[in-house]
C-alpha cells in the first residue's frame, strides 16, 4: 500500500526529529513484517552491527529556545489565518442570515394560509350544520 503525501511527510518530520536527537531511523514496511518477518530480522540485526549495544542517544546539535522576534512569523502566519477564518465565517453567517430570513418569513406566510384555510374549513362545517337545524 502506497502512502499517501501527508503521512509521507509527518514520517519524514518524525525521522528528522529522531536523527537530531540521535536515534538511528529503520524503516521497515508493515507488508515486510508481515509477511516475511525473516527478511525484517535481517534488516533489524543489520542495523545492529553499526550500534552493537544500547547507548544513549546523543543529540547532534542542542535545543537552544528561539528569541521571541523568531516567533513573529508563526504570529503573524496564525493571526493571517485566522482573518482568513473570520472572514470566511462572517460571509458564510451573513449569507445563512439572509437564506433563514427569508425562510422564516415563507414559514409565517405558509403558516398564516393554513390557519385561513383551517377558519374557513370550520366555517364551511358549522354553516352546513347551522344550515341543518
Given at each position: 500500500?502506497?502512502l499517501v503525501p501527508e503521512q509521507k511527510e509527518r514520517n519524514r518530520i518524525r525521522?528528522?526529529?529522531?536523527?537530531?536527537?540521535?536515534?538511528?531511523?529503520?524503516?521497515?514496511?508493515?507488508?515486510?513484517?508481515?509477511?516475511?518477518?525473516?527478511?525484517?530480522?535481517?534488516?533489524?540485526?543489520?542495523?545492529?552491527?553499526?550500534?552493537?549495544?544500547?547507548?544513549?542517544?546523543?543529540?547532534?546539535?542542542?535545543?537552544?529556545?528561539?528569541?521571541?522576534?523568531?516567533?513573529l512569523g508563526a504570529v503573524a502566519d496564525g493571526v493571517a489565518a485566522l482573518d482568513?477564518?473570520?472572514?470566511?465565517?462572517?460571509?458564510?453567517?451573513?449569507?445563512?442570515?439572509?437564506?433563514?430570513?427569508?425562510?422564516?418569513?415563507?414559514?409565517?406566510?405558509?403558516?398564516?394560509?393554513?390557519?385561513?384555510?383551517?377558519?374557513?374549513?370550520?366555517?364551511?362545517?358549522?354553516?352546513?350544520?347551522?344550515?341543518?337545524?
Amino acid at each position: 500500500m502506497a502512502l499517501v503525501p501527508e503521512q509521507k511527510e509527518r514520517n519524514r518530520i518524525r525521522d528528522a526529529f529522531s536523527v537530531d536527537e540521535g536515534f538511528l531511523v529503520l524503516r521497515i514496511p508493515a507488508k515486510t513484517v508481515f509477511i516475511t518477518p525473516d527478511k525484517a530480522n535481517t534488516h533489524v540485526k543489520a542495523a545492529l552491527v553499526t550500534t552493537p549495544r544500547y547507548t544513549r542517544p546523543v543529540r547532534k546539535r542542542p535545543l537552544r529556545p528561539k528569541k521571541f522576534y523568531q516567533h513573529l512569523g508563526a504570529v503573524a502566519d496564525g493571526v493571517a489565518a485566522l482573518d482568513r477564518y473570520v472572514t470566511v465565517a462572517s460571509v458564510k453567517q451573513k449569507a445563512l442570515s439572509e437564506f433563514k430570513l427569508a425562510l422564516s418569513n415563507e414559514k409565517m406566510l405558509l403558516e398564516e394560509l393554513v390557519m385561513n384555510k383551517e377558519r374557513l374549513m370550520n366555517n364551511e362545517k358549522f354553516s352546513t350544520i347551522y344550515a341543518r337545524n
